[in-house]
């Protein structure tokens, strides 16, 4: 496996005219995906609102990229998710599993904090992987992403910030909307595979006051892959396939003055299985991928539901600067399906006989808090902008095992209180700025007496109690940076950033097998420290736009999850290092309004292996913890009415060295002696067509364009002994759809 050298990413930086990672400019499309960009854009003259700031991205030593609408909606058509479109367009981001539960997927080797209008929709003390579904793409305006370890945000962003920005308050006087339809199905139209959404926008605005409320509900057949076989279903943890999904969403402002807003946003997101398909073990060895057939699945099937409300004030004009304040609440409530295994740790001898326990969990969790910051230029010294701010958070979680009312993972609450000051020096006319800053983190994590479950303990005997308690972790989170822009289009820059996340208290406090352990002592629940250094140069002119980053990171007790015999993971603590370079090229070409783009992502994790560990990295992270390197390869095509894209995703081979090779198990079809973590690699390509009526818009988009077979990525190298857990992708898939505004 080939490793980044730090000396040959720089010269490699230095040779091209590249940037931070395509800065987001405008409204654009992530960086692969910036063919709508007109020749009179100005560049950065968007607010990221996760930065926590109104300054222009050119100004932050950040790598940012922002999806507007247009090229959301196109993804969302394809692919199906918000989550699916980031993973698409972003080269550092994983592949996603097509499931619900997004275990494993990352941003630049770690997991990124998604949030909706800044809003966490993370559970980090009990991880359900459920936050990149809390809201139906049909609400979503943008998302922006900030790459990369920081606390800018607060709790959970070591892999980078995922932001789902609403749509925003109507602009003109009476009544306007949107509605779509959309119709999907596998290019066989099997009766089964035929999906269908329908959504709807309604906006109305009289003075000060406006209003927006809308609904998306959408149905989901099964997924069929390339070689017309049902895509298999994973029960347990949850689905995307043979679900029904309603999202509810409500926006009303009123305007306080010229310059102050008050706006309250409620949103309501709910996915269930239909449970109509059990699944079909495939075989690892032969090259068969798991399937389905029809059946009744135990138990209530997965779903997945998420509430959230909030109330914010803005005013653009206080005092000469930006005031932004929040109060928020957020609850998910996320079921999980069951089984009945021997292995299974929900078995309890004093409940019923050895294997013929059955259960299935559930996550509770809620949070609420508030943000308030302000920012303005220094009076008599306006070239240095401050912002000063208070975030805090409260959350509480539990997982309980709902068929038979028992506690798996025991109530936990977190709270965390943070303020912060951030700092953004221009000199010489902007073209050189110094930029940092310092959030003081004081979390509290607090957990009573509990007793786990039996099965904690082999043989089972009844499991043991934990003495609970309230360990707390104070720290100065810094950032920092300099950005040089000697020349309008050409910028470089260099900073250094600190983030952190609660690890998955759940998983470590559920499965507690010694007696005599007091929370308080026990240091696995640490909070992990991640930083994130990282080089960037840009260039934006004319009709090109090219970048490249190059970026290492490391945590000293970071998170990883190690593989069980009964298909679930433990967490353990360990040194993490994670190297990256990210490069991409955008060009106009000679044919108006046609543009190619090019991204490409390598990335290469190691973590200590060694028992007890020694604090040096000696072990590639696996595909549960990293994703593969890739290449993006597009052109876009924008012409009066008419619109289209192809795009194809080369995902490469990868070797995880310092991991078991069983040779004799190599796959079918694979490159000789891949050990069975290992990754073969595989060529996705999807297309669009839309075509702008009289009467709304119609679009044709196709996922996996030539009906490719392969196994997704994760099953292909997370449980490598399991045949329940060997998901083939989505096959050719077919989405016709029709918009129209009003």
Do not use: C
């Not at 040779?663 to 694979?670: F, V």
């Not at 390509?685 to 077979?709: C, E, H, I, P």
């Amino acid at each position: 496996m080939s490793r980044p050298l730090p000396l040959a990413a720089l010269v490699l930086l230095a040779a091209l005219p590249t940037s931070a990672l395509a800065q987001a400019q405008g409204d654009t499309a992530a960086s692969d995906a910036q063919a709508e960009l007109s020749d009179d854009t100005v560049p950065h003259d968007i607010v990221v609102t996760a930065a926590r700031t109104i300054l222009p991205p050119n100004a932050l030593p950040l790598t940012i990229d922002v999806i507007d609408k247009d090229m959301l909606d196109q993804q969302v058509a394809i692919s199906g998710s918000v989550t699916d479109a980031v993973s698409s367009l972003t080269p550092s981001f994983s592949p996603t599993r097509q499931k619900l539960s997004g275990a494993g997927e990352s941003l630049r080797g770690r997991s990124p904090l998604y949030a909706i209008n800044g809003i966490p929709q993370s559970t980090p003390l009990r991880d359900g992987s459920r936050d990149g579904f809390t809201i139906d793409g049909f609400f979503v305006d943008r998302v922006e992403l900030i790459y990369g370890s920081n606390a800018l945000q607060g709790i959970g962003g070591t892999g980078g910030i995922v932001n789902q920005v609403t749509v925003g308050a109507p602009r003109k006087e009476g009544v306007s909307g949107r509605v779509l339809l959309q119709g999907t199905t596998d290019s066989d139209f099997n009766s089964d595979a035929v999906g269908g959404k329908v959504a709807g926008l309604i906006q109305y605005k009289a003075g000060r006051f406006d209003a927006t409320v809308g609904a998306a509900y959408e149905k989901r057949g099964v997924f069929y892959d390339g070689d017309g076989r049902r895509v298999g279903l994973n029960l347990t943890q949850g689905e995307t396939q043979d679900t029904r999904t309603l999202s509810l969403f409500g926006r009303f402002g009123y305007e306080l003055s010229e310059t102050a807003r008050l706006d309250l946003i409620a949103s309501r997101f709910e996915m269930k299985g239909d449970g109509d398909y059990v699944a079909v073990p495939g075989n690892r060895k032969t090259g068969l991928p798991t399937s389905a057939t029809r059946g009744s699945p135990p138990g209530i099937p997965a779903a997945s539901r998420t509430e959230s409300v909030a109330l914010s004030l803005t005013d653009t004009d206080l005092g000469g600067g930006n005031l932004v304040s929040q109060i928020f609440f957020n609850r998910s409530r996320d079921t999980f399906g069951g089984e009945t295994t021997i292995q299974d740790s929900f078995q309890d001898v004093r409940i019923a006989p050895l294997g013929t326990l059955f259960d299935q969990s559930q996550n509770r969790s809620r949070k609420y808090g508030g943000k308030i910051s302000y920012e303005r230029a220094i009076p008599g010294f306006e070239a240095l902008t401050a912002t000063i701010g208070f975030d805090a958070i409260w959350d509480s979680t539990e997982q309980r095992l709902i068929a038979t009312n028992r506690v798996w993972v025991p109530p936990t609450d977190f709270r965390s209180l943070a303020p912060f000051v951030q700092a953004n020096l221009a000199l010489f006319d902007k073209k050189l700025r110094l930029a940092g800053g310092v959030r003081y983190e004081n979390v509290q994590i607090k957990i009573d007496d509990y007793h786990t479950l039996a099965a904690t303990t082999k043989p089972i005997a009844g499991g043991v109690a934990v003495s609970g308690g309230r360990p707390t972790f104070k720290d100065a989170l810094i950032n920092g940076g300099v950005i040089l822009e000697p020349w309008q289009g050409i910028r470089a820059y260099a900073s250094y950033a600190e983030g952190f996340t609660a690890p998955d208290v759940g998983r470590i406090t559920r499965a507690i097998s010694e007696t005599g352990v007091d929370i308080d002592n026990f240091l696995d629940i640490s909070p992990i420290v991640s930083n994130n250094r990282e080089i960037g140069l840009e260039i934006k002119r004319g009709p090109l736009d090219a970048s490249a980053t190059y970026f290492w990171s490391s945590s000293n007790k970071g998170q990883l999850l190690i593989t069980n015999s009964d298909r679930t993971f433990d967490v353990q603590r360990l040194r993490v290092e994670i190297q990256g370079l990210e490069i991409n090229l955008g060009i106009k070409l000679p044919i108006e309004g046609a543009r190619l783009s090019i991204g490409y992502a390598h990335l290469h994790g190691r973590f200590d292996s060694d028992t007890p560990a020694d604090g040096k990295v000696d072990s590639d992270l696996d595909g549960t913890n990293i994703s593969p390197d890739r290449f993006n390869l597009a052109a876009n095509y924008v012409s009066g009415r008419l619109s289209a894209r192809v795009q194809t995703q080369f995902y490469l081979a990868r070797r995880f060295d310092g991991k078991k090779r069983a040779l004799d198990d190599a796959k079918p079809g694979r490159p000789d002696q891949l050990g069975d973590n290992d990754f073969g690699g595989y060529t996705l390509t999807d297309a669009s067509v839309r075509y702008q009526t009289g009467l709304g818009g119609v679009s044709l988009s196709v996922q996996n364009l030539f009906d490719k077979q392969y196994i997704d990525y994760s099953s292909d190298t997370r449980l490598p002994k399991d045949n329940l857990s060997y998901f083939a992708g989505r096959g050719r898939t077919l989405t016709l759809g029709w918009d129209y505004r009003f």
